[in-house]
T-cell receptor
C-alpha cells in the first residue's frame, strides 16, 4: 500500500489476555519502529528493526512485550497477559534505511484493556 | 542512546502571535533532527528536518527551526500562529542508523 498500515485500528481486550498488533510498512522500507502513546503522554520508544541487524529492544517495558519482523517486512507486536496500564495507542512507523530519512507513521492501533 | 527533552508540556498563544517551541537533544555524534505535528485525531506528519548544511531549516505550514550545536537545541518557530496550528508537536533525534527517539511533546493551544 501507499502508507504504513496497522491492524486492528481498535482493540478491546480483557485483562490477562494476549494481543497481537500488526504493522505493514511502506514497501521497500528497511527500518521499522514501534512506539507507544498513552493518553496525554509523548511517544515512548519500544523497538526498532533495521534490515537484518539485531533489533534494538531497549524500549520494551517488560518481558510481556515482544515483537518480530518476518521477511524484513510485516511486523507483529505481541503483548502477553495484558494489564490495564498497557492501554494506549501503539504506533508503527517505517523509513528507508540510513541516517536522516523521514519516518512515516501509521494511524495506530488503539488498545483498551478492561 | 540519544534522547530529546521538550521542556514545555503545554503552551498557549494568541492567534497571530509568534511561537517558539523548545527542543534539546542529547547525542554523541552529529544528530539528525526532526519536528513532527499531530493534529487532533490525525496521524503524525513531518514538519521539517535538519540533516546537514544550513542550520536554519524551513518546513511546511510556515514553520522553521534552527539547529544550534553549542546549545544542543533545535527550536521550532513560527512568526504568526493560526488557529489551525493547534496540535501536539514532537521533536525527534535520529542516530546514524536512523534509530529515532521522540520527546514528550508540547501541546499548543491557540486563543482567538
Amino acid at each position: 500500500g501507499a502508507g504504513v498500515s496497522q491492524s486492528p485500528s481498535n482493540k478491546v481486550t480483557e485483562k490477562g489476555k494476549d494481543v497481537e498488533l500488526r504493522c505493514d510498512p511502506i514497501s521497500g522500507h528497511t527500518a521499522l519502529y514501534w512506539y507507544r502513546q498513552s493518553l496525554g503522554q509523548g511517544l515512548e520508544f519500544l523497538i526498532y528493526f533495521q534490515g537484518n541487524s539485531a533489533p534494538d529492544k531497549s524500549g520494551l517495558p517488560s518481558d510481556r512485550f515482544s515483537a518480530e519482523r518476518t521477511g524484513g517486512s510485516v511486523s507483529t507486536l505481541t503483548i502477553q497477559r495484558t494489564q490495564q496500564e498497557d492501554s494506549a495507542v501503539y504506533l508503527c512507523a517505517s523509513s528507508l534505511g540510513g541516517a536522516g530519512n523521514t519516518i512515516y507513521f501509521g494511524e495506530g492501533s488503539w488498545l483498551t484493556v478492561v | 542512546a540519544q534522547s530529546v527533552t521538550q521542556p514545555d508540556i503545554h503552551i498557549t498563544v494568541s492567534e497571530g502571535a509568534s511561537l517558539e517551541l523548545r527542543c534539546n537533544y542529547s547525542y554523541g555524534a552529529t544528530p539528525y533532527l526532526f519536528w513532527y505535528v499531530q493534529s487532533p485525531g490525525q496521524g503524525l506528519q513531518l514538519l521539517l528536518k535538519y540533516f546537514s548544511g544550513d542550520t536554519l531549516v524551513q518546513g511546511i505550514k510556515g514553520f522553521e527551526a534552527e539547529f544550534k550545536r553549542s546549545q544542543s537545541s533545535f527550536n521550532l518557530r513560527k512568526p504568526s500562529v493560526h488557529w489551525s496550528d493547534a496540535a501536539e508537536y514532537f521533536c525527534a533525534v535520529g542516530a546514524g542508523n536512523n534509530d529515532m527517539r521522540f520527546g514528550a511533546g508540547t501541546r499548543l493551544t491557540v486563543k482567538p
